[in-house]
């Protein structure tokens, strides 16, 4: 018993200098302003991105930022565009993707979560687009990453090794 007291003892004495030290020291890297778009995407564009992320090196983030910016100059929606406010000062709600809820055999497969942080500018730009087209977040998202993917060339599905143009 003794054992276990001296080992509490001396962990609450290294939390207890823990934040003392924490206290006293500045914080030196700053919060970036990015929020999380938290949605659901096919599992076939999950299987695109990824390859799109091997491809191009850019990351999640930077795709899913990409294909955003690319679909709202599409819109026509500006960079400096900001959602109209209540009249309490508080940000609209975006409008919902409708849930498709169907019946399914148990091996298909399910949509994938995925959460890349976007700019405020972008997320500002999206809660217009979702007012402006009267559709939600994730129907723009999957748009807009399917329009992005074909533009760069990202195939629907991977090649088989071993076939392609210049396999017999």
Known sequence: MARSTQTAAA????????????????RTKTRQDKPTLAVRISYHTNER??????????????????????????LGIPDDAEPPRSPDGTRPKRER????????AA??????????RITRQTDNRLTVACLDTATGPV?????????WLRKRGIPLYPRTPGTGPDQP
Request: glycine share 6%.
């Open 11 to 26: 962990r609450k004495a290294l939390v207890k200098q823990a934040e003392q030290q924490a206290a006293s020291r500045p």
């Open 139 to 147: 129907d723009i998202l999957e748009t807009a990453l399917k329009a």
């Open 97 to 104: 993707s409708v849930k498709k809820r169907t019946r399914r």
């Open 107 to 116: 091996e298909e497969v399910d949509d994938v979560a995925i959460g890349p």
């Open 49 to 74: 991105l990824t390859f799109a992320n091997e491809k191009t090196g850019l990351g999640i983030s930077g795709i899913v930022e990409a294909a955003l910016v690319d679909y709202f100059e599409f």
